[in-house]
């Protein structure tokens, strides 16, 4: 994929804890056809663990050797993408918004979450109940191609996604980009990346990507070649204060 293989690292992380992903972990093993979440998913925020998350994430930013610190950073539009960038790049001494020199964030909306439609905050049970004719096409067309009414499927994340690495090849040719996203464009970018099939992604899918976690490709030749993926380890250390979004 010709946007990528021009970037010289390309690192990915999820947005850290959110309300809403500690919602959806409250229905399980429940009967709750809905997650109760109030807020449009554009403006569900981070959690109080999810914030710590964003901060020891940019500890781990500002640890990094010179030769691999991002140059560009790319958020989401999302508030809880938004404020896990803002609370990283706060704890990096060479991320300085207010000198022009610094590092600013970038917010672009093709690397936002996936849109659902009306299934939209519904749990499983929930769409089985209340939509029952979509549950049985999606059982049939499968996870990557089956797209809800007004939604989207994994293939147009795809689609999104080859615009957004297009863009950013012209942009930022040999760049060391960071792009502060969502679980599914982390797993729909490594499909990109590595050239993989329906089959191998769904399987790699199947490990949720964690919250904070970071995924990276450095240029290796002609190519990027993976690096780490879904690594939480920066995660471990303790002592750390939720901070406040600067």
Request: aromatic share 6%; net charge neutral; no cysteine.
């Amino acid at each position: 994929m010709a946007g990528v293989k021009a970037l010289r690292w390309l690192n990915l992380t999820r947005h850290g804890e959110s309300t809403g992903n500690l919602a959806y972990a409250a229905t399980i093993g429940t009967d709750a056809e809905e997650a109760g979440i109030t807020e449009r998913d554009a403006d569900i925020p981070l959690s109080d663990t999810g914030r710590v998350q964003a901060a020891k994430l940019g500890r781990w930013l500002a640890a990094l050797p010179a030769d691999e610190r991002p140059t560009r950073v790319i958020a989401s539009p999302y508030l809880r993408t938004l404020d896990t960038a803002r609370i990283a790049l706060a704890q990096t001494p060479y991320a300085a918004p207010q000198d022009p020199g610094g590092l600013r964030l970038l917010v672009d909306e093709r690397i936002r979450d996936r849109e659902q439609g009306p299934l939209q905050g519904l749990t499983g049970l929930g769409v089985r109940r209340r939509f029952p004719a979509e549950a049985e096409r999606m059982r049939g067309l499968g996870k990557f191609y089956y797209r809800p009414p007004g939604g989207e499927s994994w293939a147009d994340l795809a689609l999104r996604l080859r615009s957004f690495y297009r863009d950013l090849e012209a942009d930022a040719p040999d760049e060391r980009v960071l792009v502060v996203t969502h679980d599914a464009i982390v797993v729909v970018t490594r499909y990109l990346v590595e050239g993989l099939s329906e089959r191998e992604i769904l399987e790699i899918e199947k490990t949720p990507v964690g919250n904070a976690s970071v995924s990276r490709w450095r240029r290796d030749g002609s190519g990027l070649r993976a690096v780490s993926y879904n690594d939480s380890a920066h995660l471990t250390d303790a002592g750390v204060v939720a901070p406040r979004v600067p």
